[in-house]
Structures are given as C-alpha cells and as structure tokens.
C-alpha cells in the first residue's frame, strides 16, 4: 500500500479554501482552512438561536475546521413553523415548476462540483474520487425525479364497484412536512437526494445533518436557494440526536432515517406514538459471494471497491465475502495484492484510493474488533495496522481470513475498511452463510452465468442484490428502490417508493346514474338478488 503526497486542488486559489501552515520536512500531510466568510455563508442558514457553537474537527488532519451554530427545541418549533406555512404555498405550485427548479439544481451541483469535492473530503475524509460518486449521485436524482414525478404523482383511474356507472379515482397528496435525519458517510447524498423526492411530491423538509458533516448538507442547501427553492421550504436545524429527534418526530408528518438499527428502532416506537411513517435504511453485514465460474480477476477488482468505498464506512459495504473453493487461492492472491497496491492519503487528490475514518470513534472500534479477531485465532492477509503517519484516524485496508463466532467482526457491523473470507464448497451452504444474522440490506454475488445468480439472487434475503458490481448497480439507478430487509430497515428510497413514501393515497368515488341503494320500486331484498346476478355476471366475464 502506497501514501499519496499532497498535491494542489481544485479548490485552492478559486475556491473556498486556503492553504494552512505546514512544514513539509517534518510533516508530509497538507493541512488547509476554510475562509471564515464562506464558512458564514453557509451556517447562516441553520436555524439556532442558542447562541452555543460545536467545533467541526477535519479528519484529514484533526484541525478544527468551523463552528456550528447549535439549534434549540424552540428552534425545531420554529422551523417547523415556517416549513408548514411553505409547504402550503408549495403544495399549489405546478409540477413543471418544481421540475425546472430540481433541473436547476442538477445544473449547479455539475457546475459547483470541485467546491463540493473539497467541502466532502475536508468533512468526511473520503476520497476524492469517492466525494465524486455523491455528487454524480446526488446530481442524477435531481434529474430523475424532476423528470419522473409527474408520472409517478399522477391522479390513477381503477375500476368501481359498478362498471361504468362508478368511477374510481386514486390521488398522491402531499404528507406535508417531511423530518430528514441523516448520517455522516454520506453527507452530501444522504442529506439532499431522500428529501428532494419529497420536495417533488409538495412537502417542505427539515432536515438535521450528522453533526459532523455539517458544512457538505449546508452546501447542498446553499445550492438549492440558487437553485430558486424558496428558502423556507428546507429548513436546516442543528444539534444531538438525543435533544432534537424527539422534538422532530413530534412535528414532522414522516421521519426518514439513515444510520444505526438500534436509533433507528427508537425512531420506528417514537414515530409509532405519534402514528406517523417512517423509512429507515439501517445497519448491515453485508455478503459478496464469488461462484465458481466467476470472472476472478473482475471480481478481485469489484471486491476492492465493494470493501474498501469510502474506508468501508458505508451501509452497503461488503464486510463478508464467500468463495467458491475452486477459485478461493486465486481470487485471495489477485484481491490481496489489488489492496496492497492501493494509494492511500489524507489530501484533496484524485490519486487517492482510500481516505481515513472520520473519528477516533470509528477508529477505535475498527481496532477492536480487528484485534479481538487476532486475538482469538483471525490471520491478517494484509492491513491490521493504524497509520497516524497519514492522518489521526487513518486504518489499512484489512482482510481476514479464519473469522469465526465467537469473534465479535463476525456478525456486528464493522463500518470500516475490514472484510473477512470464507471459504465453501456448496453453494446452498454458501446462501445459507450469506443469510445468517439479522441484517439483510445488500448482497453481490459474481458468476459468469446471469440467469444463474439471478436465480440465487431470489434467495438471498438483502433488499438490493449487485451481479458482477459491489453496490454501484442497484445504488447508481434510480429506477431500482433501495433499502433493507429484517433489522437493515423498512422503507425504499429510489424510483417510485421513493416519492409515494412522502405521499398519502387518497381515493376519490364518483358514482354516477345509479346509486348505492334499492331504486326503480326494488326493496331491499329485491336489489340484493338483483346484485347477485350482477356478481355472476361478472365473474363469468373474469371481471376483478
């Protein structure tokens, strides 16, 4: 494994970023700051009048990067508020309205992209290129729901009771103000692309970004106003989960969540309470099996992307990965000197193939469980080493081989750049493997026969399942609904799921000549022969 020198980005010299002080001789890590003026230009828009700051540490080099305004409860009331005086104006407003401003912002994000990329990688860490991949994801459901809702919200035509003289008509009205909580991996996708869905279908947001991502939603946002939402619709509040999700969920007509199973179950009683829906997308475990006709040097490549995406700090990470006994030795040979070939660093550089963990949190628990592995039997093919020569939070691409039960990475969600290997000989088996635990969100499976691993695909218990492809299949298309099954969630974001769920169906009957009573002189047990006749009628027509 390979270190990147810093190299000059994007942003610096024509953007929001300046160079700060470092020694190069000493320390070859670059450390740059944000200006104090774009940074205000975009905590303006968090709603807090507490008056009480948090400081927002870059993972890059542990270097403060800003301060956070902090949100009060009288905050969340208050941008509930304004959202729902919004939303109403909102709800009038024309479907192309809507599309040409979500057209706007596919624009801008496209445009303002190495801004964007810089703001990701100072907050999160990630790589450069895998910054990219929210933009490109965020900018294509821009796109497609500004192209797709109308169809989607359509007003349906059914069938009525009485053919002809009962018309059925079914509408998607707007939930009204949509909660957003969304997590840290993903700052800038997980912030905006489950709430834009709900702005097509006529609700307003407030949404609350993980507290350490904050600036990446904050941009988002600011390209949104330019984009010519009106400001009031996405209202912005910040602060701990523990003292703002309860406040939210009171307020809000629909919770959508991204992060832990366990939050996510107290969310799914708190929503209970207050009869109101949620979607979750929750933890995984998640397993890539290699067949034994599979492409192995395609899927050594896929591997690396599917474990090591974003240091592994992601939901539909491969953290498990069974192997087909004839191809095992070969397939560990290529995937293991594919990890140790990859550049890592802690710079703004398209070079990069793995930035570090976004905390010590993260860290630790990473070096914990890898240790607890080595501990009790695991072997290290390669990785299972901290490096705080490249950043404070800095963790190898791992791979383990021999993880058993008892281990605690056998089961539990890792959430960091480690992927165990299983070697089987029996396919059934290898199915039954990959479904074992609680989790079920994402799944790839590599064979060169189609038909084939669709067929497994079918067995397999994860709400999306990738052939030949980690995650980027399913996730990149935005006709495919994505979420988990069992303890990985409830709800799908993506294709139609993705806006209805912001939507109430109501059904409107209009009946016409005829009505639902005895008429023309029947009583009434004259017009219920006369029904039953009708029934026959049109069963024998193989009428619904």
């Known amino acids: 494994m390979s270190a990147s020198n810093p190299g000059h980005p994007e942003g610096v010299g024509g953007g929001p970023l300046v160079e700060g002080p470092h020694d190069p001789e000493h320390d070859p890590r670059a450390s740059y700051v944000l200006e104090p003026e774009y940074v205000a230009t975009l905590t303006e828009r968090v709603h807090a009048t507490s008056g009480t700051t948090v400081s927002l540490i870059s993972p890059l080099d542990g270097a403060p990067l800003a301060n956070i305004p902090q949100s009060s409860t009288d905050d969340v009331a208050e941008a509930y508020r304004r959202a729902r005086v919004a939303q109403a104006a909102w709800a009038k407003t024309p479907m192309e309205q809507r599309a040409a401003a979500m057209l706007r912002l596919h624009d801008l994000l496209i445009e303002r992209m190495p801004e964007l990329l810089d703001i990701i990688t100072l907050e999160n860490g990630k790589a450069r290129k895998h910054a990219y991949d929210e933009v490109a994801h965020t900018a294509l459901t821009a796109r497609y729901y500004a192209r797709m809702s109308e169809k989607f919200m359509a007003t349906e035509r059914r069938g009525g009771v009485l053919p002809v003289f009962t018309r059925i008509d079914i509408n998607h009205v707007p939930k009204g103000v949509v909660g957003i909580i969304s997590p840290w991996n993903y700052p800038l996708t997980m912030a905006l692309s489950d709430g834009l869905p709900a702005l097509m279908a006529g609700n307003a947001v407030v949404a609350k970004p993980d507290a350490q991502t904050m600036l990446t939603a ?17 209202q912005v509040v910040a602060g701990p989960g523990r003292q703002l999700g309860g406040p939210m969920i009171e307020r809000s007509d629909y919770i959508c969540f991204t992060g832990s199973t366990a939050t996510g179950k107290l969310i799914a009683k708190q929503c209970a309470e207050q009869l109101i829906g949620c ?151 290898a199915i039954a493997r990959a479904n074992d635990g609680e989790y079920g969100l994402n799944a790839a499976i590599y064979s060169q026969d189609g038909d084939r691993a669709r067929a497994i695909a079918r067995q397999i218990k994860c709400g999306t399942v990738n052939i030949n492809e980690g995650f980027a299949a399913t996730f990149g298309s935005l006709a495919a609904p994505m979420g988990g099954m069992r303890e990985s969630g409830m709800g799908r974001r993506q294709g139609a799921d993705g806006i209805l769920r912001y939507t109430e169906t109501q059904s409107v009957g209009t009946q016409r000549v005829l009505r639902m009573a005895p008429q023309f002189g029947l009583n009434a047990e004259q017009y219920a022969k006369l029904q039953v006749v009708g029934l026959k009628v049109l069963n024998k027509l193989g009428r619904a």
């Open 218 to 234: 904050l941009m988002g946002v600011k390209l949104m106003d330019e984009a010519g939402f009106p400001r009031d619709l996405w």
């Open 279 to 429: 979607s979750l997308e929750l933890g995984g475990k998640n397993p890539l099996l290699v067949l034994r006709d599979a492409d192995v040097e395609k899927a050594a490549e896929g591997a690396i992307r599917a474990s090591f995406s974003n240091a592994g700090q992601l939901c539909v990470s491969a953290e498990r990965i069974f192997v087909a006994d004839q191809v095992y030795d070969r397939f560990v040979e290529r995937f293991v000197a594919r990890a140790q070939a990859m550049t890592l660093g802690a710079t703004l550089d398209w070079e990069v193939d793995m930035g570090p963990l976004i905390s010590a949190d993260q860290l630790e628990t990473v070096t914990t469980q890898v240790g607890d592995a080595v501990d009790k039997g695991a072997r290290v093919l390669t990785g299972g080493r901290a490096r705080p020569d490249l950043a404070p939070y800095f963790y190898e691409p791992t791979i383990l081989e021999g993880v058993t039960p008892e281990m605690t990475c056998f089961g539990n969600e890792t959430f960091g750049p480690v992927v165990s290997l299983y070697r089987f000989n029996d396919e059934s088996d």
